[in-house]
């Protein structure tokens, strides 16, 4: 089992940035890929990034050059450094933890991207 709360989420204006938080506890954190997922209203959740246990990472090309994912396998949090938002990128943002065919989900939190 791996508990997941996310944090850093709020309102700011367009262009701005936000940096979300994921702590993790209750297995081995440095085993899990861990991925940042957004979902807004009427939609889908969409993938945001990903990191792998040894590093790798992936984005979602609407956010690529934009947005940073990071680990602190010490900490066991992994970062989701957000800059230039946009009001579309309005959304519940969760945090997912990923091993074989096992993933947890955090309970998500609200980023609202607006004047």
């Known amino acids: 089992q791996v508990q997941l709360v996310e944090s850093g989420g709020g309102l700011v204006q367009p262009g701005g940035s936000l940096r979300l938080s994921c702590a993790a506890s209750?297995?081995?954190?440095?085993?899990?890929?861990m991925g940042w997922y957004r979902q807004a209203p009427g939609n889908q959740r969409d993938l945001v990034a990903i990191?792998?246990?040894?590093?790798?990472?992936n984005y979602a090309d609407s956010v690529m050059d934009r947005f940073t994912i990071s680990r602190d396998n010490e900490k066991s949090t992994v970062y989701l450094q957000m800059n230039s938002l946009k009001p579309e990128e309005t959304a519940v943002y969760y945090c997912k933890a990923s091993r074989s065919f096992y993933q947890y989900w955090g309970q998500g939190i609200h980023v609202t991207v607006s004047t």
């Open positions: 990191i792998t246990s040894g590093g790798t990472k």
């Open positions: 209750g297995s081995i954190f440095s085993a899990y890929t």
